[in-house]
T-cell receptor, first 115, second 110 residues
Framework: GAGVSQSPRYKVAKRGQDVALRCDPI?????LFWYQQALGQGPEFLTY????????KSGLPSDRFFAERPEGSVSTLKIQRTQQEDSAVYLC?????????????FGPGTRLLVL | GQNIDQPTEMTATEGAIVQINCTYQ??????LFWYQQHAGEAPTFLSY????GLEEKGRFSSFLSRSKGYSYLLLKELQMKDSASYLC???????????FGAGTRLFVKA
């Protein structure tokens, strides 16, 4: 079956522009995570959804970042008024259930460059 | 605070064994994961430990000591394709937040 997909794969934005990043999780996966990965670093947790409920958004760096998953499947991460420090790879991951040991399956990421 | 430490880089020879260490200091603990990440690609799951001891899966094994806040990933019979970054990650209690280390870049040479 298909894995986690993300679009676009690459995005170049001018400082101040708004961007929207899409994640299509594996069908039937309850849990969905967003991470930000800077070059040479590990992924940093941004937010977590269980179905359509956003249960943890403690990792969102500012109120310019907003995520939604209105129907419990596809999710969108929106960044308003992008800044250069937002340049990173944004990874989406999904897992089948809501138990802690469930493996997360990662998408290929969206590489965002803010000029 | 939350802190996960791993060596930045390691080099090993094809066919050899390599051990990648990870120490963690987190406010809670609900399991430790190891992921492999090739350059420009998504992380892929390797192992999960929640109890002390060794978990073996083919050429890969992972060990956990909760009292010491320590884990290692052991890779046997190294192959060139094992050249990648290896990420140690700890799941926090009370939720699903997962904290990743910066990763260890492993170079396998012929």
């Amino acid at each position: 079956g298909a894995g986690v997909s993300q679009s676009p794969r690459y995005k170049v934005a001018k400082r101040g522009q708004d961007v929207a990043l899409r994640c299509d999780p594996i069908s039937g996966h309850v849990s969905l995570f967003w991470y930000q990965q800077a070059l040479g670093q590990g992924p940093e947790f941004l937010t977590y959804f269980q179905n359509e409920a956003q249960l943890d958004k403690s990792g969102l760096p500012s109120d310019r970042f907003f995520a939604e998953r209105p129907e419990g499947s596809v999710s969108t991460l929106k960044i308003q008024r992008t800044q250069q420090e937002d340049s990173a790879v944004y990874l989406c991951a999904s897992s089948l259930a809501e138990t802690e040991k469930e493996t997360q399956y990662f998408g290929p990421g969206t590489r965002l460059l803010v000029l | 605070g939350q802190n996960i430490d791993q060596p930045t880089e390691m080099t090993a020879t094809e066919g050899a064994i390599v051990q990648i260490n990870c120490t963690y200091q987190t406010s809670g603990f609900n399991g430790l994961f190891w992921y492999q990440q090739h350059a420009g690609e998504a992380p892929t799951f390797l192992s999960y430990n929640v109890l002390d001891g060794l978990e073996e899966k083919g050429r890969f094994s992972s060990f956990l000591s909760r009292s010491k806040g320590y884990s290692y990933l052991l890779l046997k019979e190294l192959q060139m394709k094992d050249s990648a970054s290896y990420l140690c990650a700890v799941r926090d209690t009370g939720g699903f937040k997962t904290i990743f280390g910066a990763g260890t870049r492993l170079f396998v040479k012929a």
